[in-house]
């Protein structure tokens, strides 16, 4: 085990050992920052998190006793056998088990250096050992005192200890790694001619664009050069920038990689600090593979923040695989009442299909002057309502994740400057952006769990003493939601919006709609990603793709009668292979039977019409449609 290893640093071949490996790992002058020689060399990033393990000798002393304590009443509880040689063997096998909770080390903070007063603590950042440089960036930022994140996270990452971070969103966690980065590669004074000193990954190009905003910020004073490189963006001048030498870069996963292992002059063989930032979420959205390669072609010995929300499987295993040395726990969870924060005022409305959109239109249009977030279910979704309501006079923004990066920056941009305006987005917008002073969230389509909700709804009453309002629109049928949003500690309020008070305009959409081309289109490829990524939801119990009415759907999406879509969710039936010869009604198949099956299928599957409203293949089907 590897704590054993460490129970025995006073011996004198350890010694020797030890200052061998010091000087093997120096480099020359060139490869490393100028400060690394000078007065402390425990002080600089690459030596400070690979020391720690030496220090905590004792505890690993500690640690083993406990190990061995432990294991007595788990073979007691397993095994009433007596037998002497099978307890032997018994403990053996139980000594792996412990070892999870061996390799992280919890955050141990006084009460008094924490105790919050709303969103803030009682902790200024004065007190931290920072530069003037950074000090003088937070005064223009009028930062004066930390978040408890802040407080907890800074300490650490300044000395260059390994942190694993869990904190809620809007808990001040950027800033939380961002100082510190910025310190550490002041303080040895790095520079362009040793390449990139810091990498931080963010799951999506607005969260990284925003990371990259507070680097900009506090970097203002300091000689340190910052980049981004993600998605979207022009490939050969962020290549540019990185063979020229970029001291903190921001990145997406799949960027970021592509860099790694085709950009010749990227020079990453001196990182120093690997910052995650939102790790389940990049594992989430299908970012695994890539996580795992970078991991895997960063140098080994560095300084590793990993920040998640969630501790699911898959971020078990990056952080297994991330941390060399044994982190620092520091989880900031809300011991109050509630999951989301005291500001925001919660409710939901319960409302037919037919009536969704008009809902949702009257709303609008009596709040144009206030700062409103639409969540919808899919990009096809949020393109038609975007487009539909800019015909009929509400200004609304879009952003979703088909959009090209020019677009989705500017339109990120544009809102966040805005005082008053209307975005309509899928959820590349629910996580970790701060977005300020938002008035209304409003969850058009529920989302997929409580967590979800949870991030959705903390893009308003962000900060102190901030208010913001949210709403969540429910079928009758999806009622069952309440109760896991209950268990999630989510409190909310029933709202009801009579229906004699909203816009009587339901017949002149569905005239719009089916004498406007474009917009018919649009419109029903909304309607089949709404139904597509209804029968994908995993709340299935509530979220039944078959008990909709698709009539009432239809009229969500301003048609008078369900459209003719395809459905398939395995994508439609290839054309058959020609095997040679002049054609006729058998080509490509054994027999014309077989023709005539497939000819069949595609002619009666997951179509809609007003003669077939619900998709059904015969009288026999029971099911509005099958996918």
Same mark, same amino acid.
């Given at each position: ?87 032997? $063997? ?19 903070? +006084? ?54 971070? /869990? ?239 020019? +677009? ?21 917008? /629910? ?5 300020? /002073? ?30 913001? +309002? ?7 049928? $999806? ?7 209950? /268990? ?5 309020? $029933? ?133």
């Amino acid at each position: 085990m590897p704590s054993q290893k460490q129970v025995k640093p006073d011996s004198g071949k350890t010694r020797k050992r030890k200052r061998k490996s010091i000087n093997k790992d120096r480099q020359p002058e060139d490869d490393v920052p100028a400060a690394t020689a000078a007065v402390d060399m425990t002080e600089n990033i690459p030596n400070v998190a690979h020391q720690l393990p030496e220090k905590d000798a004792a505890g690993s002393k500690r640690r083993k006793k406990a190990v061995k304590s432990a294991d007595a009443p788990g073979e007691e509880s397993k095994n009433i056998d007596d037998d002497h040689s099978q307890a032997e $063997e018994d403990r053996v096998q139980a000594k792996p088990q412990p070892k999870k909770q061996s390799k992280m080390q919890v955050d141990e903070v +006084k009460e008094d250096d924490i105790a919050t007063d709303g969103v803030l603590t009682k902790r200024r950042f004065d007190e931290l050992n920072l530069s003037e440089k950074t000090i003088h960036a937070l005064k223009d930022m009028t930062f004066e005192r930390m978040t408890e994140v802040q407080a907890r996270c800074i300490p650490h990452g300044m000395a260059g200890r390994d942190v694993l971070g /869990a904190a809620r969103t809007g808990s001040g966690k950027t800033l939380a790694f961002v100082i510190p980065v910025i310190e550490l590669l002041s303080k040895v004074k790095w520079t362009n001619r040793h390449g990139t000193g810091a990498v931080v990954i963010s799951p999506t190009r607005e969260l990284a664009l925003q990371i990259y905003g507070v680097v900009a910020d506090i970097c203002k004073y300091h000689s340190q050069t910052y980049g981004i490189c993600m998605g979207g963006a022009n490939r050969k001048m962020e290549a540019d920038k990185l063979q020229k030498g970029v001291a903190i870069l921001v990145a997406t996963p799949g960027r970021l990689l592509d860099h790694l292992q085709n950009t010749p002059g990227f020079v990453h063989k001196n990182l120093a600090v690997l910052v995650i930032d939102e790790a389940d979420r990049c594992l989430e959205i299908g970012f695994e593979e890539e996580m795992h390669q970078i991991i895997k072609t960063l140098p080994k010995k560095r300084q590793t923040m990993l920040f998640s929300a969630t501790q699911t499987t898959k971020v078990e295993d990056l952080v297994r695989v991330s941390f060399k040395n044994k982190p620092v726990y520091v989880g900031v969870h809300d011991k109050g009442e509630v999951s989301t924060v005291s500001g925001l005022e919660q409710g939901f409305v319960i409302v037919p299909s037919e009536n969704r959109f008009i809902l949702l239109y009257t709303f609008l249009r009596r709040n144009l002057k206030k700062k409103i977030i639409v969540f919808m279910s899919s990009c096809n979704a949020v393109k038609f309502y975007y487009e539909l309501l800019n015909h009929v006079d509400i200004p609304v923004l879009d952003l979703y994740g088909r959009q090209k990066q020019n +677009k989705r920056t500017t339109t990120f941009y544009k809102f966040c400057k805005a005082e008053k305006a209307i975005l309509i987005c899928t959820d590349v917008a /629910a996580r970790g952006l701060d977005i300020p /002073a938002v008035d209304w969230i409003i969850q058009f389509d529920p989302p997929d769990e409580p967590k979800e909700y949870i991030h959705r709804v903390g893009r308003t009453a962000r900060g102190v003493n901030a208010k913001g +309002k949210a709403l969540l629109f429910l079928l009758p049928s $999806e009622m069952g939601f309440l109760r896991h949003l209950k /268990a999630a500690r989510v409190p909310l309020n $029933e709202y009801e919006f009579p229906e004699k008070k909203m816009a009587k305009v339901q017949p002149q959409l569905e005239k719009l709609i089916g004498e406007n081309y474009a917009l018919n289109r649009s419109a029903k490829d909304g309607y089949r990603s709404y139904l597509q990524s209804y029968a994908s939801h995993g709340m299935k119990n509530i979220f039944n793709v078959h008990e909709l009415d698709l009539n009432a759907v239809a009229a969500s999406f301003c048609f008078d009668n369900p459209p003719r879509v395809n459905l398939n969710m395995m994508g439609s039936a290839k054309a058959p292979r020609r095997r040679g010869g002049g054609g006729g009604v058998g080509q490509g198949y054994k027999n014309n039977d077989k023709l005539r099956g497939v000819i069949r299928q595609r002619n009666t599957g997951h179509a809609f019409s007003a003669s077939n409203p619900y998709g059904k293949r015969g009288d026999s089907d029971a099911r509005q449609f099958t996918h």
